[in-house]
């Protein structure tokens, strides 16, 4: 029977901290409209379930560390970036009910999303990971570098819709607002800790065999608080939303909210 490492130590952390975010999550799609809410609150949800198959694949390889189970883990840890970016858009969808800004813009945003993220899946499959090592290809940097540009087009559409919407923000688009705002930080950290493995030759922080400290504190910490600071958020706009808003609100346009002047 093998031995509970460190790095299995965090993966139990997953465990716990992404099926919290994942239900918190449901709460407010369900509070807000399944249809209305869906291209935000599916990507924690998204983002949760891989993290969570994730952790699964790393507990598993204690005993069995086979070739499978170690791409399995790669993958999940490379793709959480995709939908972890799409949050950001969503709230930006939901912030934007004036459509101030072009939808099609937006849903080119989010296509660069998937783009990333069929890059990084095509990347790792095509990866020799049969040690249990894992070096990122020409592919998986560029998918990468996606999710670098996606970041930087985030905060200048922030800035501009701010900047357009600061006079007329209701209390439901100044809590998204903060949301974004207060957890940038940590998401930034995040993609600065999976630029570093992807692009630097730097064993520390390797896919799956990088020093485990730092894959706490720059990885699955930073992405906890990134994503408990949206849905915290979140869940405080969708709360403070009068019965009869949240009652209309599922019959809204998709995308439309209504918030509190």
């Known amino acids: 029977m093998g031995t509970v490492t460190y790095r299995d130590g965090i993966a139990i952390l997953q465990l716990i901290a992404f099926p919290v975010l994942l239900v918190t999550a449901l709460v407010i799609w369900k509070r807000t409209g399944w249809k209305a809410a869906g291209k935000t609150w599916r ?28 791409i399995a883990e790669a993958v999940c840890e490379l793709i959480g970036i995709a939908p972890l970016m799409l949050v950001y858009v969503g709230l930006l969808r939901q912030i934007d009910t004036e459509q101030r800004m072009h939808p099609k813009f937006l849903g080119a945003v989010a296509l660069a999303c998937f783009v990333g993220l069929i890059l990084g899946i095509a990347g790792i499959s095509i990866t020799d ?21 996606v970041f930087v087009v985030d905060l200048a559409i922030t800035g501009w819709l701010y900047s357009q919407l600061r006079s007329k923000l209701s209390v439901f688009q100044k809590k998204l607002f903060l949301a974004i705002v207060l957890s940038w930080p940590f998401l930034l950290v995040r993609l600065v800790y999976s630029a570093i493995g992807d692009f630097a030759d730097d064993s520390r922080f390797a896919i799956l065999v990088g020093d485990p400290t730092i894959y706490l504190c720059m990885d699955v910490l930073e992405e906890i608080i990134a994503v408990s600071i949206c ?11 009068k019965p009869m808003q949240q009652a209309g609100y599922r019959g809204v346009k998709p995308d439309l909210i209504p918030g509190e002047v």
Do not use: D, Q, W
């Open 129 to 149: 990971n049969s040690t249990g090592t894992f070096h990122a290809n020409g592919i998986v940097k560029g998918a990468m570098a996606v999710f670098l540009v």
């Open 43 to 70: 990507f924690v949800i998204s983002l949760s379930l891989i993290r969570i198959i994730g952790s699964i694949c790393a507990l598993l390889t204690i005993n069995h560390p086979t070739e499978n189970i170690y």
């Open 231 to 241: 849905v915290g958020f979140g869940l405080s706009a969708v709360l403070g939303m």
